[in-house]
Each structure stands twice: as structure tokens, then as C-alpha cells.
């Protein structure tokens, strides 16, 4: 087992080098496309865009997005996955030849386990939900599939793996992970996305229902973490190895770390639960103003740029439960501010207006 796991390694290895030496020029664009695809950027761009236009498509990418990161920690825990930039330092392998040489790059030292890629597993179900709600919108109500339709089908479905290899590639390149572990996470990703095409329960979740699933969630993700701590597990081992293996000390950030993850998100999704069932939310986007495209384009500008603003906030990282509670509620924030807080006083302004008019 060992042995066929260094072999796969290596190849990895070898493609990191490979990418490295010939497309040294694309380092910016291949860093780039690591940005973009972190889910931050479905959280604070995508979500609010989506759901003050189609609102079940944004509620549906919170809980896709929410979920299979999830599922991405407890794979990672229980897979154990390894590195490029550290294995390739500790193994054995090369022990009668020279390791090849790999550069690392500022988003190269992430400190949890590799396998399977959490970005390349957020931006295939990230993508799969946008690609399936453009084509049901396209095809509209009565499912007609014209020619536009075919059109339509192959430039988005062509787009959506233009993507997923591009971010493939930018995380071999930049040495976070190993190809088999990125097509784990594209595969992973999609399948969680289908799986919550045919989930209809989450357009109508009570607060109570967004609680329990929190709270799940939480108590699972840490029942796993101290039982198999308890077993002599150290589910930390990563941190560790990025601090030593990592070359400039400063690349290595606590929100890369499972935990940070863990609680970013279910604040988002214990955020939207509250946003949904608030008075605001129902007074506003549910009111008469709601289905105005005025409104919504005013919702939609203000909500990116007030969370581009609110995203520039870091929490202090020296106290790492200090980092945690405040990660959790910032998180919370961006859905309570999209969803109810923006969209009343837009729909308050609006009011206004429209009584100076009269």
C-alpha cells in the first residue's frame, strides 16, 4: 500500500515539476485562479449576486458549498492525505537519487490534510449548481429543449470543465496538492451538487431545522475529532508539518487550518437560517417590493460592496479560541446583512422615495 502511494506520489511530484518548469510565467494566473476558487469568494461574490436574482439558486450554493466542504474535513481526517511541498521532503523515496526541486508560493501552505481538494471539490459543486440553474432557466417551465438550448448546454458545460482544469492545474502547480487528489475533489464536488438538485426540503428549512443541521454538524465533525484523538490519532499532524516544511513562516495562516473551516461555514449556514426567518428578510424581499428589479439590483450592488468591506475585518489570529468565535460570527454576518439587514433598507429607502413622489 506504502509503496503504490509513493509511486502516485512521485507522478505528482513530477507534474508539480513539470508545470513549474514550463509555465514559470503563469505563476500569477495560476495563483490567481487559487483565489478565486477559495469559497470565500462563493460566500461574499457569488451568493449575493445569485440570490437577489434567483433566490432558491443562492440558497441552494450556501448549502452546497456549506455541506460539501463539511464532508471535504471528514474525508480529509479520515484519508490522511499527504502534501507535495512537505511529502516531498520527508519521504524516503528518493533516497538514492536527488528530490526534484519545488517552489512554493504564498497559497502553497495550507495546514490541513490533502486529500480530497477542498477548492477543487468547492468549485465543481459551486459551478454544477450555476451550470444546472442557467440550463433550467434556460428551457423554462415547459423543459423545451430547442436549439439555442444545445447551444446554450455545450458552451456552459464546456466553461464549467474549462474551469475545473484550470483550478486542477493551479493547485498541482503551486504544490498544495496532488493530481489524484484534485479529480477526487472535482468528482466529489459534483456529486454533492446532484445530490442537492433533488433536495427540496432547504428552500422552506425552519430556524429550528438550520439549528439542528448546525449543530449536527458540529457535534459530528467533533465526536470524530476526539474519538479518534482518544484512539492516539493526532488530527493536527498537518500543522506541524506546514510550519516546518513551509519556507517563508509568514505563509502559513490559522484559516487554512480544519477547524477555521469548520466554523466559517456553519456560520454561514446558521446565518442564513436567522436571515430567512427574520422579520427583515419577509418584510422586504417577500413584500411587494421584492419582485422589482429595481429592488433587487439595489440589493445585489449594496450587498458586494458592503461585504467587500466588511471582508477586509480579520480576525486577530494570536488566540486561536479568540480567531474561532469571531471567524463564526463574521461568517454568520455575510448571509444576515445579504438577506435581511440590505434588502430592508433598500426596501426602506425605496419606500421613501416613492412617498415624496406621491
Not at 256 to 267: D, E, I, V, W
Amino acid at each position: 500500500m506504502e509503496a503504490g502511494m509513493n509511486v502516485l506520489h512521485d507522478a505528482g511530484i513530477q507534474a508539480t515539476h513539470w508545470l513549474q518548469e514550463h509555465f514559470q510565467g503563469s505563476q500569477d494566473w495560476f495563483l490567481f485562479i487559487s483565489f478565486a476558487a477559495d469559497l470565500r469568494n462563493t460566500f461574499f461574490v457569488l451568493f449575493p449576486i445569485w440570490f437577489h436574482f434567483c433566490e432558491p439558486v443562492g440558497i441552494r450554493l450556501i448549502w452546497v458549498a456549506v455541506i460539501g466542504d463539511w464532508l471535504n474535513l471528514v474525508f480529509k481526517w479520515i484519508l490522511f492525505g499527504e502534501r507535495p511541498y512537505w511529502w516531498v521532503h520527508e519521504t524516503n523515496y528518493y533516497s538514492n537519487a536527488s528530490a526534484p526541486a519545488i517552489q512554493q508560493f504564498p497559497l502553497t501552505c495550507e495546514t490541513g490534510p490533502g486529500s480530497p481538494s477542498g477548492h477543487a471539490m468547492g468549485a465543481a459543486g459551486v459551478y454544477y449548481v450555476m451550470v444546472t440553474a442557467l440550463l433550467s432557466i434556460a428551457s423554462g417551465k415547459r423543459q423545451s429543449k430547442t436549439l439555442k438550448y444545445w447551444v446554450l448546454w455545450m458552451v456552459l458545460w464546456t466553461g464549467f470543465w474549462a474551469v475545473q482544469v484550470c483550478v486542477c492545474l493551479s493547485r498541482v502547480f503551486i504544490a498544495a496538492h496532488f493530481p489524484h487528489q484534485v479529480i477526487a475533489g472535482v468528482f466529489s464536488g459534483m456529486a454533492v451538487a446532484e445530490t442537492f438538485q433533488h433536495v427540496r426540503s432547504i428552500y422552506h428549512a425552519s430556524l429550528r431545522r438550520y439549528l439542528g443541521v448546525t449543530t449536527f454538524l458540529f457535534s459530528f465533525a467533533l465526536g470524530l475529532y476526539l474519538l479518534l484523538r482518544a484512539l492516539g490519532v493526532d488530527l493536527l499532524w498537518t500543522l506541524e508539518k506546514a510550519q516546518r516544511w513551509c519556507t517563508h513562516p509568514e505563509w502559513v495562516h490559522i484559516d487554512t487550518t480544519p477547524f477555521a473551516s469548520l466554523l466559517r461555514n456553519l456560520g454561514i449556514l446558521f446565518g442564513l437560517g436567522l436571515a430567512l426567518n427574520s422579520h427583515m428578510y419577509l418584510e422586504s424581499c417577500r413584500g411587494k417590493q421584492g419582485r422589482q428589479l429595481p429592488f433587487r439590483l439595489g440589493c445585489a450592488a449594496a450587498s458586494l460592496l458592503v461585504l467587500h468591506l466588511f471582508d477586509a475585518f480579520r480576525p486577530p489570529s494570536h488566540l486561536q479560541l479568540l480567531f474561532y468565535i469571531l471567524s463564526f460570527c463574521k461568517s454568520a454576518a455575510v448571509p444576515l446583512a445579504t438577506v435581511g439587514l440590505i434588502p430592508y433598507c433598500v426596501s426602506q429607502l425605496l419606500a421613501t422615495q416613492d412617498k415624496k413622489g406621491v
